[in-house]
């Protein structure tokens, strides 16, 4: 309770600190940034304490992190004075309903989330150790990078920024890492309540006139889509529970059509009786098939693994993995795109350009709409603010960083369409856009990208490996009906209708058939790779350059053809495109959502020309924010599409990481867009429409709420079987008190290397390291590898470590021993069963420094 509260106060703290700064920079917004100060605030918070523990200019301690909220608070009190206390006291004043609404809405998912966690807490399974792993080495790390928890002698090779943010309120309130693990689960889990509460809440009061309906209320809306909402499965899980679509054949079995055609992995097999409505399948474990629900098959209809996340199913397994720690800072980066947007609206946008018009943001300040020196403009705090926000995503979560970028070119650029209309010139200013951002993010965080290795290895085209329409609607329906009622309601609503389809569908064909168009072309080309190499081959000489590169063709090419479970690119591209048209579900679906909302943002883009030839007042039909959330819409559009045609190349060879991590993007997108989509309805529906849209809306939510419904049940039940507590390390306590005791007593030493068994991940191998932060030898090898694009740097460790701990000569011990500057030799229950450990080396030459009935610790003496 205590640590709870404490961090609860620190956070309110780092709000209260960031709100001034954040009040002038968020000038566009009509809550001036009130939501998003904490998250904005962690960030600057954890920027300088990162940027100066890097340059050496601070130290990874208390004092450190104290240094650097201190500068926060500085600026903050500038920021104040600046502003003036006057203002600022009206302002709150003033908006004294959406601050104490956004306070309780913070408040209660953080102490709602913390009851959860504290049911199952244990820091065990999935990537748990790992992330606690991180957080233990920073802590630990007497310098910055980080080391390497699982692989002594190099420093962290991922994305940590989030992992530092949590040690920092870790050390500054005094809680073990394995309590601020789960602390840090509820504190994410508020901050992205109340940056997503924020942002419907500036969508939906920007130019409001409804004073019965706060729009303060509407707002909680949004949180309940992003974090609370759940995709079908939870739904489909009840039904089959209960025996639906089941029938009993003559033999006594159960078949049904239903399930096989629907063909969700587990739920293809009949439901155990008695039959009830609660799922209980797999000892309770029925929950994980959310994650899983898209299947890829391959030619020779082998299944691929397909991760499709969403929020809540990533709170409610709790990993603290990068895509759950960059939630808010994601939201943040939506923010600032609408702050940038509004602003514009605001200021007029006659003689905008790249270096003019976005000048005039950034400097707010009165400039000449002309050219001016691209330099000039990249001077200004606000761009260097927002760069750290949007390059931070790289530090959080690197596939983040590009996707929120482009949100904000899209927006700019709609700016320039909307004024000038379309032209090949929008391109180059995408582009330009994308540049000066992408590269002001590197070059603020460069230190982290000098010891950064990435498993990426290029764009794969994906010809056999598509989401069939059925799964996509599982997954997104709750998000995705909402919005496809809105853009209809103001397609007919705003009349033009065959202008506005025809529009969009010349678009919206370029997009889908031309991305088919390129995928087929590529993937044609990588499937007929071998059969050039070996043509190839046959004409270079032996040992020549030309016969390595006809080698390496014909390897790229096999390989190609074997992920695809191909044996020749004629069969390939032929079955390829004659599955897509058998199921063309996704593809017709965004096919229609980008005809819809091309053409409705084109309809923008045509009356505000209008507007301008008749120098009179506005005649859009949408209000401004509406086509805000188009673009988010749009963009959304674009993370479903993409992978249905290409993926990103790493160490599983499939589309597994693609669709994981852009189909949490798109879901962080069409929520917010569905929420304000529900508003919009809701306020602007007559009668009977009204009621129509209600019931549906409402059996709609209800299905999507099994999901959460049921996970919350499961939790509350542990809750009420165990010993609540906020200690992911208890379980180890109460399971294996000699180990932990050992671990506790590590924790006290000063640092050095320690010698543990080596196993495989998901599992309890590297528990020292985990809780220790000391470094291992090596941890789990294949995150390692994955981490680094490959096994180089672990190089001979695993074989190593096998032969120190069974090697009966003191000799070989001692070499591995230097080799790895090992300091602490740890043989406990895991070392015994993994290893015949030859201990008698260890006692006639190290001395035992820590023993027990289970463990023992040998003590390499320094030099």
């Not at 159960?254 to 992995?265: A, E, I, M, R």
Request: with cysteine; aromatic share 16%; proline share 4%.
């Amino acid at each position: 309770m205590i640590a709870f509260l404490t961090w609860y106060v620190l956070l309110t703290l780092v709000g209260l600190l960031a709100l001034p700064v954040a009040y002038r920079i968020f000038r566009g917004l009509p809550d001036r940034g009130y939501a998003l100060a904490r998250p904005f605030g962690m960030l600057i918070w954890g920027y300088v304490f990162w940027l100066l523990a890097s340059l050496q200019v601070i130290q990874n301690d208390t004092g450190g992190v104290v240094f650097a909220l201190l500068v926060l608070a500085g600026w903050g009190v500038w920021s104040l004075k600046k502003i003036g206390l006057e203002e600022f006291k009206i302002w709150v004043i003033r908006r004294r309903g959406v601050i104490s609404a956004g306070e309780l809405l913070f408040l209660i998912f953080f102490a709602f989330w913390a009851l959860i966690r504290s049911a199952n807490p244990a820091i065990v399974g999935t990537e748990k150790p790992m992330e606690l792993a991180f957080i233990n080495a920073i802590l630990h790390s007497p310098t910055f990078p980080p080391h390497d928890p699982w692989l002594s002698g190099y420093a962290i090779s991922y994305y940590y920024f989030g992992y530092i943010m949590v040690a920092m309120l870790a050390r500054l309130s005094g809680v073990a890492g394995s309590v601020a693990f789960n602390l840090a689960s509820a504190l994410w889990f508020a901050l992205t309540a109340l940056a997503a509460y924020g942002v419907l809440y500036n969508l939906i009061a920007f130019n409001n006139s409804d004073q019965k309906r706060p729009s303060s209320l509407w707002a909680w809306l949004a949180p309940f889509f992003v974090l609370i909402v759940g995709n079908l499965e939870g739904f489909l899980e009840m039904l089959h529970a209960r025996g639906i679509f089941w029938q009993k054949v003559a033999d006594g079995s159960w078949q049904s059509t239903f399930w096989k055609w629907l063909d969700v992995q587990e739920l293809v097999s009949p439901p155990t009786e008695p039959f009830s409505w609660v799922p209980e399948r797999i000892a309770g474990f029925w929950w994980w098939r959310a994650s899983r629900i898209l299947q890829d098959y391959d030619l020779a209809k082998n299944s691929k693994e397909i991760i499709d996340e969403f929020p809540f199913f990533s709170y409610l397994l709790a990993d603290l993995h990068p895509h759950v720690l960059a939630m808010p800072f994601a939201l943040l980066a939506i923010g600032m795109a609408m702050n940038f947007y509004y602003l514009h609206l605001r200021q007029g946008l006659s003689k905008v350009n790249l270096v003019g018009g976005v000048r005039r943001w950034f400097a707010n300040q009165e400039v000449d709409w002309g050219e001016v020196h691209l330099a000039r403009w990249m001077r200004t705090s606000d761009f260097w603010i927002t760069a750290i926000a949007l390059g931070g995503l790289a530090f959080l979560n690197t596939w983040d960083f590009p996707i929120y970028i482009a949100l904000f070119c899209s927006v700019y650029v709609f700016l320039l369409y909307r004024q000038y209309g379309w032209a090949n010139r929008r391109i180059v200013d995408f582009l330009e856009m994308f540049f000066v951002l992408a590269l002001a993010g590197v070059i603020l965080y460069f230190p982290f990208y000098v010891g950064f290795r990435s498993q990426a290895g290029g764009i794969i085209p994906s010809l056999i490996f598509f989401t069939r329409g059925i799964h996509f609607w599982l997954m997104f329906a709750p998000l995705l009906l909402p919005i496809f009622v809105w853009l209809v309601w103001i397609l007919l609503c705003g009349g033009e209708v065959r202008s506005i389809l025809r529009t969009g569908l010349k678009f919206a064909s370029i997009s889908v058939f031309g991305l088919w168009g390129l995928s087929f072309l590529l993937g044609w080309i990588a499937a007929n790779l071998a059969n050039w190499g070996n043509l190839l081959l046959l004409s270079a000489g032996d040992g020549t350059p030309l016969a390595r590169f006809a080698e390496l063709m014909l390897l790229t090419g096999n390989l190609y053809l074997s992920v695809q479970g191909a044996t020749s690119a004629s069969l390939l591209v032929g079955m390829a495109f004659a599955r897509r048209l058998a199921m063309p579900g996704t593809w017709l679906t965004l096919l229609a959502l980008l005809v819809l909302v091309w053409g409705l943002l084109s309809r923008g883009q045509r009356r505000a020309l209008e507007e301008d030839r008749r120098q009179s007042g506005s005649n859009e039909d949408m209000p401004p924010q509406s086509v805000f959330v188009l673009l988010l819409v749009l963009v959304g559009a674009g993370l479903a599409l993409a992978p249905e045609f290409v993926y990103l190349r790493d160490q599983f060879g499939w589309r597994m990481n693609t669709i994981f991590k852009f189909y949490f993007q798109a879901w962080i997108l069409w929520a917010i867009a569905a929420s304000y989509s529900s508003v919009v309805l809701w306020r602007g529906l007559k009668k009977f429409s009204k009621g129509v849209f209600g019931v549906g809306w409402s059996l709609l939510l209800l299905m999507a709420l099994a999901y959460p419904i049921f996970g919350i049940q499961m939790r509350m039940q542990e809750l009420k079987a165990g010993q609540p507590t906020l200690d992911g390390a208890a379980y180890l306590e109460r399971g294996m008190p000699d180990e932990m005791s050992a671990i506790r007593w590590l924790q006290q030493q000063s640092p050095g290397v320690v010698a543990e068994a080596i196993g495989g991940s998901y599992s309890g191998f590297a528990r020292v390291s985990t809780y220790t932060g000391l470094p291992t030898v090596l941890g789990w090898p294949g995150h390692e590898s994955q981490w680094r694009g490959g096994a180089k740097e672990m190089g001979s460790r695993e074989e190593d470590i096998r032969l120190l701990y069974r090697t009966p000569n003191w000799a070989e011990a001692k070499m591995i021993i230097e080799r790895y500057n090992i300091r602490y030799i740890y043989i406990g229950t895991f070392e015994r069963n993994t290893y015949r450990v030859n201990e008698t080396k260890f006692r006639e030459h190290l001395k035992a420094v820590f023993a027990n009935d289970s463990v023992v610790i040998y003590l390499v003496p320094e030099g």
